[in-house]
């Protein structure tokens, strides 16, 4: 619903609760998440196993930088006030977080999470994947991939290219083009480019061509 | 077109993300189905080699300016398009 709403800079949904949240929910969520087109992260219960099966992943996540979480501990804003008068000394925390950093396995479940977090399917880096792949087959096997050599040396720069570039320039300030995530096709800011009819009716080449 | 269209608006799923972009040689279609994306279209047409561009072009091949004068007047139209400059250059000599 959050992104449904119109919060287009967002990539990524985290999902962080102390109770193991099951596949149907869990399905539900990453299906949902596909829709609008923002990776989901579930931190639950469950989230640190198989290296730290006695923590939850939000708790583990906390003792990765002590420092910060006892700092944003420190800071009343962050206190819910119902819960402010049952908050452990920093003291306390402090020595329950570096008891978790000491367990056998938490620099394998750090890797492990810091492999999870860079692998997970975000928009930006997924058009940046995307157009670096489609660099790629310009350059490497554009005769195979497009039907069409690519040869640098050869290449003609178009007029309509600073059109290009004015219009993206335009739609990224003006719009949310950056997020790209506006569910009305109709307020989404197009840009069509027409290219060359002739693609679509060839000529015939008896026109030009000498018996 | 009408297909790739749809899923291109995100008509296919009320949730789907569409995209800003589209890209097409099919010119009278787009007329045709253009109605479908209503508001904030911005067209950008790209045709033949306009006159600065033919001559880049001719100057990567190595022929003069004037190259225009060589060829039929039937395929200097069609020597501007890139699809088939090349195309024109290699088979000059059979051009009517």
Request: negative net charge; glycine residues 4%; aromatic residues 8%.
């Amino acid at each position: 619903m959050e992104a449904a709403n119109g919060h287009c800079r967002r990539q990524l949904w985290v999902l962080a609760t102390s109770v193991e949240v099951n596949p149907f929910q869990e399905q539900a969520l990453r299906d949902t998440g596909e829709n609008v087109g923002l990776a989901v992260l579930i931190l639950d219960s469950s989230a640190a196993r198989p290296e730290l099966p006695e923590i939850a992943s939000i708790v583990a996540l906390c003792a990765s930088p002590p420092d910060e979480t006892l700092n944003a501990l420190s800071r009343p804003e962050w206190r819910d006030a119902k819960l402010r008068v049952n908050m452990p000394p920093l003291d306390e925390a402090r020595d329950e977080l570096e008891k978790i950093r000491a367990l056998p396995q938490f620099t394998e479940w750090l890797t492990h999470f810091r492999a999870t977090l860079t692998g997970l399917p975000l928009w930006s880096p997924g058009i940046d994947r995307q157009n670096r792949r489609l660099s790629q087959n310009l350059e490497a096997d554009a005769d195979i991939s497009f039907g069409a050599e690519f040869d640098p040396r050869k290449l003609v720069p178009r007029t309509v290219g600073s059109e290009l570039n004015t219009w993206f320039s335009a739609a990224m300030v003006t719009s949310d083009l950056r997020g790209q995530c506006d569910m009305k096709a109709g307020s989404t800011p197009w840009c069509v480019i027409v290219l060359d009819g002739l693609n679509e009716y060839a000529p015939n080449p008896d026109r030009w061509l000498a018996p | 077109m009408a297909c790739p269209l749809t899923w291109a608006t995100g008509l296919t799923d009320p949730d789907a993300r569409p995209c800003a972009v589209i890209a097409t040689v099919r010119r009278r279609s787009w007329q045709e189905l253009a109605d479908w994306v209503r508001v904030g279209v911005q067209e950008i047409h790209m045709g033949p080699y306009d006159n600065a561009e033919f001559r880049v072009a001719l100057k990567l091949q190595e022929l003069p300016t004037d190259y225009l004068q060589a060829i039929p007047g039937n395929a200097r139209q069609m020597v501007r398009r890139p699809r088939y400059f090349d195309l024109v250059i290699k088979y000059k000599d059979k051009l009517g």
